[in-house]
């Protein structure tokens, strides 16, 4: 009965030596790490970044491969090269934290901890204590592992060799440590595609500004995908720019289009320039006016766009013009011409001359025009005495005056009166052009018994003097008494119609 006892708890010994020297292949991920599905593998959980106060009394948490560490804050963590950690397969529901507490060891000149630990292969894990292991520094500075069902034990074989998952490969420090895919150029992408190395695989991805399309990176027409330019867009191969319009210029930001104001940067106007969205115009001070190419300005003839700018001459002047009048005349009010009255500035007639103004100059004609037997009463005004015989068959007297006219003047006109100064009972008066019109130049019109109008029938061009002598004829009812008067009347006419 013994023996048999014996050989059954030899064969459960047997079996769960086994057991434990046995590898476990995962199918799914322990505590402590979770399901990466882009990768496809398990990845590490990083309970120090989300278990809110992980360690107590002020110790500082220590991530690790399945679980973490609480650790005074002057802790140190030395990894052991001489003496290899010895893997220690564990069932696959292992605990998913350590506690250690790190206390200085005086004489064995490295750090000891106690506690807890998870166990196992893990996916990039590598390999981690037992469960109820003993971690143990010893003075020749390696790591003793004791196992509570063989607490003696010592790794035998400090050369082990641990797995690790896919993407990663053992450490000179027996860790599992990411294959760097893109550095080691082991990678499978495409001479088009980027590289991106992840903790236990790699991806390929299409560089900026391109987008897989299949197996390929294609372009991406960044113009295609509104609003990135403000105005115009051009594609490039993995990118693109923005141009604008002319008359705009990119902004800081390279996308927004700002008005370029062609006055203050580069003003090609030749006078004035005003600034428009976009563009500029050019326009010109008062007297010019644009050239074909828009830019310069040209000086405006305005004495050839019209002939009644000025009353007698226009002169163009750059940007403007001027009014000129004969001698003669003044300007006035910038165009017309105004007659200057010499007599009154520039007197050159002598002192028994009288000084006559005219339209567009003067003449002195004598003071006493009276020429025998006609002798002077008055001012201009002769008379024949009747005591001489040589009046007898002469106009009775002769009265002097003067008058201009402008030439070209409108016919038939007006242009002077003639009138009795002594009226006779009884008497008929006739009025006659007696000299001066042998042309036919002027009608004398009798308007009243004691007056008559000169009309100037045909137009006169001066310069030019008429002297003109219009006379009446005094005789009574009976025709006993008749006598004369002479007017002698002296018409300048001006070289001009003003």
């Known amino acids: 009965m013994l023996k048999a006892l014996f050989l059954t708890m030899l064969t459960l010994a047997l079996v769960k030596s086994q057991d434990t020297e046995e590898t476990i292949t995962y199918t799914q991920c322990t505590d402590g790490y979770e399901w990466d599905p882009v990768r496809q593998q ?3 959980i990083d309970e120090c970044d989300i278990v809110p106060d992980a ?17 005074p804050k002057t802790a140190q963590i030395i990894v052991n090269n001489e003496q290899p950690q010895q893997e220690t397969p564990a069932a696959e529901g292992v605990g998913a934290a350590a506690n250690a507490a790190a206390t200085s060891g005086a004489g064995t000149g490295g750090v000891a901890a106690s506690g807890v630990a998870a166990s196992g292969v893990v996916p990039g894990g590598g390999f981690v204590a037992s469960a109820a292991a003993e971690v143990q520094t010893s003075r020749n500075n390696f790591v003793i592992r004791r196992n509570p069902a063989d607490p003696q034990r010592i790794p035998a074989n400090p050369s082990h060799r641990i797995q690790c998952a896919t993407g990663y490969e053992q450490s000179e420090h027996n860790v599992c440590q990411d294959i760097d895919e893109c550095t080691a ?30 197996e390929q990176c294609v372009d991406i027409d960044e113009c295609t995908i509104p609003p990135y330019c403000h105005q115009r867009c051009v594609n490039t191969p993995g990118s693109f720019y923005c141009q604008c319009s002319p008359g705009f210029q990119l902004a800081a930001n390279n996308y927004t289009c700002v008005d370029i104001n062609e006055c203050d940067a580069s003003n090609q106007c030749a006078q004035q320039c005003y600034n428009i969205l976009g563009s500029f115009i050019c326009q010109c001070n008062q007297g010019y006016e644009l050239s074909s190419d828009r830019l310069n300005c040209e000086d405006i003839d305005e004495c050839r766009t019209s002939s009644y700018l000025c009353q007698y001459q226009c002169v163009n002047e750059p940007g403007k013009f001027s009014c000129m009048c004969p001698q003669g005349y003044q300007v006035v009010r910038s165009r017309t011409c105004q007659d200057i009255n010499e007599c009154e500035t520039t007197n050159e007639c002598r002192e028994d001359e009288m000084c006559w103004n005219y339209h567009g ?21 002769c008379v024949c005495p009747v005591s001489n015989a040589m009046c007898r068959e002469l106009p009775q007297s002769i009265v002097y005056k003067y008058m201009s006219i402008r030439s070209d003047r409108s016919v038939p006109s007006d242009i002077f009166q003639i009138q009795a100064t002594t009226i006779y ?3 008929i008066n006739t009025f006659r052009i007696k000299s001066g019109n042998e042309n036919g130049e002027f009608y004398l019109r009798q308007t009243s018994p004691v007056s008559a109008m000169l009309v100037l029938v045909k137009s006169l061009s001066g310069p030019r003097e008429y002297i003109v002598d219009l006379e009446m004829l005094t005789v009574n009812s009976i025709g006993t008494f008749r006598t004369s008067s002479v007017l002698r009347l002296t018409i300048i006419v001006g070289p001009f119609s003003f």
């Open 425 to 427: 009972a009884n008497t």
């Open 42 to 44: 398990c990845k590490d």
């Open 55 to 71: 360690c107590k009394g002020g110790m500082k948490c220590v991530n690790h491969y399945g679980g973490y560490l609480c650790l």
């Open 185 to 214: 150029g082991t990678h499978s992408c495409r001479a088009d595609q980027v590289c991106i190395n992840l903790r236990g695989s790699f991806a390929c991805q299409c560089p900026p500004g391109y987008q897989k399309r299949g």
């Open 361 to 381: 100059g003067f003449r002195c004609y004598p003071r006493n025009p009276c020429q025998d037997p006609y002798v002077l009463t008055s001012e201009n005004r």
